[in-house]
Structures are given as C-alpha cells and as structure tokens.
C-alpha cells in the first residue's frame, strides 16, 4: 500500500480525493495539510511515498515550493495537482522536481494510475497536459482570462483588493484568490515584479 500526503486548501478536495485514494486499495492518506507552514512541519517529522501537491496555497507558490522540499528530500516523490494548464506552469513543474503533473478534473482511475507511476519512480503526465507539452507552439503562451487582465489593471493602478472587490461586485478572498492567480501565472515573486511583467507581456498597458 502507497503511503501518500496532501496538501490543499480546499479541504471539499481534500476529503474528496482522501475518500477515493483511501477506498482505491492503491494507496492511503496519511497526512493532509492546508498550507505550506503545517506541511513542512510535517514533512519534518514523515515523509511519505507519493505527495500531492497544489499549485496555489495561501502561503505560497506550489511550484517553488517543489524546488524546495526536493533539494531537502531528494527521494520524496510529486504530483503537482492543480487546476492551471498553462505550459510554462507545467514545464517549471517539472523542471522544479515533480514527476506527475495531473489536473484536478481528471479521472478518478487516470488519478490513480499517476499516483501508481510516480510511486514507482515514472514521469505521469495526465492526459490533457501531456498533449499540451507535446504541442512546442504553446512553449511560450501565458494565457490571461478577460477578468485577470482587468484586476491586473486595477493592481497597476494602485487599488486596494477591497477597492478592486468593490468595483467588480466580489468578495475581498475572491480577489485575493485572483491576485495570487496572477502571481504564480507570472511567476512574479512580489506586486512590483507583477506590474513590471504585466507592462512587459502587454497585459496592462
């Protein structure tokens, strides 16, 4: 039995996908985390044989954070799990040290079958992105939607998250969650470096 870890901010997705791994009789779920403070404490103290890890966590970049516990434990392996499928996002994935790559609407039995690859040492990339990563066109694209564009704006122009969440009629964590969105699709460590790299892909003028 594959021992495996999660971490997630969702916690809908977490007992979801606790309940179908745990009934699978593929692999059991030992830990579950929320943000990346709770999972280093508890990587510390047990590693486990397959990890799933999200993209956007409230405390940090996913992606970067791969780089991170792979240089400290060099055996542990990773599924990124994520909604984003951008192929920069993927690629750096990958390049961070993850050996599986799936979406979060994949299949419960293409899910399972990752978890199986990666547990024995195999690259696992879910179908959609596998297609993606073989299509070198996309190499380059970052893809904004009309509304991250629009708040990219406003963040440009200065405006508080609650003045932005006031003008587009969403709730302040709404915003956030779309700010921090814009962080990671950027690969922009701070606001400032947001702002520079939004002028520089044309994305706010």
């Known amino acids: 039995m594959i021992n495996l870890q999660i971490v997630d901010d ?7 996908l606790s309940k179908l791994i745990n009934e699978s009789g593929v692999a059991t779920v030992t830990h579950a985390y929320y943000d990346l403070k709770s999972c280093r404490e508890g990587l510390a103290k047990e590693l ?5 890890l999200d993209i956007a966590l409230p405390d940090g970049d996913g992606v970067n954070f791969c780089a991170e516990i792979k240089k400290q434990y060099p055996e542990l392996k990773i599924i990124m799990l994520t909604t984003y499928k951008e192929f920069n996002i993927a690629k750096r994935a990958l390049h961070n040290g993850a ?26 990339l879910c179908e959609e992105i596998d ?21 990219l704006q406003y963040v440009a122009d200065g405006l508080t998250t609650k003045e932005i969440a006031d003008i587009i009629s969403r709730t302040t964590e709404n915003v956030r969650t779309f700010r921090r969105n814009l962080l990671i699709k950027l690969q922009a460590r701070n606001v400032a470096e947001l702002i520079k790299k939004g002028y520089e892909m044309k994305f706010i003028w």
Do not use: C
């Open 10 to 16: 969702h916690r809908m997705v977490v007992e979801s």
């Open 48 to 52: 486990p044989d397959v990890f799933l």
């Open 99 to 124: 050996l599986g790559y799936i979406l979060k609407n994949a299949e419960s039995e293409e899910m399972l079958i990752g978890i199986e690859a990666v547990n024995r040492g195999e690259q696992f």
């Open 131 to 151: 297609i993606l990563l073989e299509n070198k066109k996309n190499q380059n694209v970052i893809w904004l939607s009309n509304r991250e564009k629009e708040i």
